[in-house]
C-alpha cells in the first residue's frame, strides 16, 4: 500500500511515528511522512520520503505568546486561550496541505493532534488510523491526560473530566474544521470539540506506549489498540571526542534536558540546572536544544546541543527532563531512574506516572523549581529502589517492539478498510 503519515509539532511528535513508518515500510508498503520543513533532515536520517506542511511549532515556541502558553501549565483556561491563540491561525492551512500530501495514497495514518488528515482521508474515503502517543479516550480507569492528579477520583470523575478537558483543550479549533469541511463537499460532526469528532467517528486508534506503563483500559471500545513504545532503530553514532573523554573520566553523569521548551528565562534555568547537578554531588551532560539553556562545560558539566537519547541514556546514571511522552520512554528503556520537571500539556501526565512507577520521585513544578528542590530529587533518583524499578521496567520495555506491533495494527485496519467502529486485535 501507499501510506501518508501526517504529524504536526517537535521532535517528540514526530519520531515514533518515524519508527512505525519505518517499520510499515519494512512489511513492503510505501510511506511518505507529512510534517512541518524543520523535520526534513531526521526523515532523511532514517530513509524516510517527506511532503511538506507549513508551520513551524518551533517558530511558534519561541514568541512571546509561545512561551506564555508554555508557562500556563497551572490554568487549564489560559493553556487553552494560549492554545487556541497559537494554533488557531494555521488550522486551515494544515487542512489545505494534509489534502494535498495524502494524493494518490491508499490509506492515512495521522498523529491524533493532527485531526486536519481526517478530511483528506474522509473526502477520497481512505481508510484510516489515529496513532496517539497517550491515552485519547476517555475512561474510568485513568485519568485524564491534562488532569493526572484525578487518578484516585472515583471513575465516573475521571471519564468525566476527561470529556471536559478535551472540549477545553480543542473546542476553539472545531469552527475552522467545520468551515473547511463545508468549503470541501464535507458533512458538519455534532462533535464539540475536534478530538471528539475523531472519536465519535470510531477511527481505529493505535496508542504507542507500552502495557507495562499504562494497562490498556477494560471500558475502551474495541477500535483502541495499545502496540507499546515505537522507538527508531538504533543507529551507529560516534560522539565528539570530548563527550567520550568526559564520559570516560569519571562516574556516570545525569543527564539534564528540556528539549523544546523554550521558557521565559533560558539562562536562569540553566544556572540552576548546573547549580542543582553540583548540590546533588553528580557530574552532568546537559543539553542545551530548543531550549537554548546557556551552559557552558566545566570539569563537572558537559553541555552540548543535542544527540542521540538511544544512545547517551544507557550511559548516565539518572535522567532529568521536561517530560516529554518521547523522552520520558527513551529514558525508561534505558532502565534509568527520572526526575521530571513538567511544564504543560501531557508531561505532568508523565510526571505523576514516574512517580507511581517507582521509576522516579515526585515531579517538581516548572513554576517552583530551584536548585536545591532539583538537586533533592536528583538525589532520591538515584537511591536503590528508584533504580532498581528503572531497570526491571527497562528490561521488559527492551523486551516488546512498539513499532512492529503498531505496523501489524495499522495494516489489519488498512487492509479491511480502516471502517470506523472497526476492532483492532487485541496486544497480547
Known sequence: MKLV???????????????????????????????????????????????????????????????AWLASADSPRKYARYGNELFLPMQRALCEDADAAVEGADGVVFYAMAMHAMHAAERRKLPMVAVA?????????VPPVLAPFLSRAPGFVKSAASHWSARVAFAGF?????????SVGLPSWRAKDTLHAVLDAGIPTVHLFSEA?????ADWAPQ????????????????????ADFLASGPAPVYIGFGSM???????????????????????????????????SSD????????????????????????????????????????????????????HLNERLGTGPRALRRSSLT?????????????????????????????????????????????????????????P
Do not use: C
Request: aromatic share 8%.
Open 5 to 67: 503519515i501526517v504529524s504536526v509539532g517537535t521532535r517528540g511528535d514526530v519520531q515514533p511515528y518515524i519508527a512505525v513508518a519505518r517499520a510499515l515500510m519494512a512489511r513492503g508498503h510505501e510511506v511518505t511522512f507529512a510534517v512541518s520543513d524543520e523535520h526534513a533532515p531526521l526523515l532523511r536520517t532514517y530513509g524516510v520520503a517527506h511532503r511538506p506542511m507549513r508551520g513551524s511549532v518551533r517558530a511558534l515556541l519561541e514568541t512571546d505568546l509561545g512561551r
Open 133 to 141: 502517543p497517550w491515552p485519547i479516550a476517555p475512561s474510568r480507569e
Open 174 to 182: 472545531n469552527g475552522v474544521h467545520l468551515d473547511y469541511r463545508r
Open 213 to 217: 506503563v499504562i494497562r490498556r483500559p
Open 224 to 243: 483502541h489498540a495499545v502496540a507499546g513504545y515505537a522507538f527508531v532503530p538504533r543507529r551507529a553514532y560516534e560522539p565528539p571526542r570530548a563527550l
Open 262 to 296: 523554550t521558557g521565559f528565562e533560558p539562562e536562569k534555568l540553566a544556572t540552576l540546572t548546573t547549580s542543582a547537578a553540583r548540590l546533588a554531588g553528580v557530574r552532568a551532560v546537559v543539553a542545551t536544544g530548543w531550549a537554548s539553556l546557556a551552559s557552558t
Open 300 to 351: 563537572d558539566v558537559y553541555a552540548l546541543d543535542e544527540l542521540p537519547h538511544e544512545w547517551l541514556f544507557p550511559r548516565v546514571a539518572a535522567v532529568v527532563h521536561h517530560g516529554g511522552a518521547g523522552t520520558f520512554a527513551e529514558g525508561l528503556r534505558a532502565g534509568r531512574p527520572t526526575v521530571i520537571s513538567a511544564f504543560f500539556a501531557d508531561q505532568p501526565f508523565w510526571g
Open 371 to 427: 536548585a536545591e528542590k532539583l538537586a533533592s530529587a536528583i538525589r532520591l533518583a538515584l537511591d536503590g529502589p528508584h533504580r532498581t524499578a528503572a531497570e526491571s521496567l527497562g528490561e521488559r520495555l527492551r523486551s516488546e517492539d512498539g513499532a512492529a506491533r503498531a505496523a501489524e495494527l495499522i495494516e489489519a485496519a488498512m487492509t479491511t478498510g480502516g471502517a470506523p467502529r472497526r476492532a483492532l486485535a487485541q496486544s
